[in-house]
T-cell receptor
Framework: AQSVTQPDIHITVSEGASLELRCNYS??????LFWYVQSPGQGLQLLLK??????LVQGIKGFEAEFKRSQSSFNLRKPSVHWSDAAEYFC????????????FGAGTRLAVHP | SAVISQKPSRDICQRGTSLTIQCQVD?????MFWYRQQPGQSLTLIAT?????????ESGFVIDKFPISRPNLTFSTLTVSNMSPEDSSIYLC???????????FGPGTRLTVT
């Protein structure tokens, strides 16, 4: 069955430090992969997406993610975290069926220390 | 991307009553979805709202509890019927733009049932 695993429930980093959020997926076909961010009290904002081509994709707010087929991973990275990056981050995979839909991971809550 | 609004943004309701949530998009879209996000949890797809036909519900969700309307390509409603405290959640609508899996989310409706 299709699934998305985000192993880290909570992560705390210091402002200015680098960040990597892990995401592993299980899907038999070519995956369409997404990272979303949800700030407190807000809806979800699309950070970046991978459909095909270059396995390193750039997104908004200085984020990037790398697709590694051999590891079934799509980890999110940022070289220097800002306090405003504190939020919940969700990885998702697009799956086909009767209707094309997204399956979300459980999310990783990021806290940023000043 | 499309601008998506939801009404109400939040509500506190009594057990046994119903609440209708509206989702309005500023452009025509083919696919609209409704999600539930229980406290501290990830997103769970409730149903796909189909224009001109009945919604397609995910396992565990039924039309009697979550009736959905989609009268045109820019508007949809989700009703949470006969509410109980377990229905306390954030309800989000989303639309597809671009790639068939690429979804954009509304700001959400925070529902508390007492």
């Amino acid at each position: 069955a299709q699934s998305v695993t985000q192993p880290d429930i909570h992560i705390t980093v210091s402002e200015g430090a680098s960040l990597e959020l892990r995401c592993n997926y299980s899907y038999g076909a070519t995956p369409y992969l997404f990272w979303y961010v949800q700030s407190p009290g807000q809806g979800l904002q699309l950070l970046l997406k991978y459909f095909s081509g270059d396995t390193l994709v750039q997104g908004i707010k200085g984020f990037e993610a790398e697709f590694k087929r051999s590891q079934s991973s799509f980890n999110l990275r940022k070289p220097s975290v800002h306090w405003s990056d504190a939020a919940e981050y969700f990885c998702a995979v697009g799956v086909s069926g009767g209707y094309n839909k997204l399956i979300f991971g459980a999310g990783t809550r990021l806290a940023v220390h000043p | 991307s499309a601008v998506i609004s939801q009404k109400p943004s939040r509500d506190i309701c009594q057990r046994g009553t119903s609440l209708t949530i509206q989702c309005q998009v500023d452009s025509q879209v083919t696919m609209m979805f409704w999600y539930r996000q229980q406290p501290g949890q990830s997103l769970t797809l409730i149903a796909t709202a189909n224009q001109g036909s009945e919604a397609t519900y995910e396992s565990g969700f039924v039309i009697d509890k979550f009736p959905i309307s989609r009268p045109n390509l820019t508007f949809s409603t989700l009703t949470v019927s006969n509410m109980s405290p377990e229905d306390s959640s954030i309800y989000l609508c989303s639309v597809v733009q671009g790639n068939v899996y690429e979804q954009y989310f509304g700001p959400g409706t925070r529902l508390t049932v007492t």
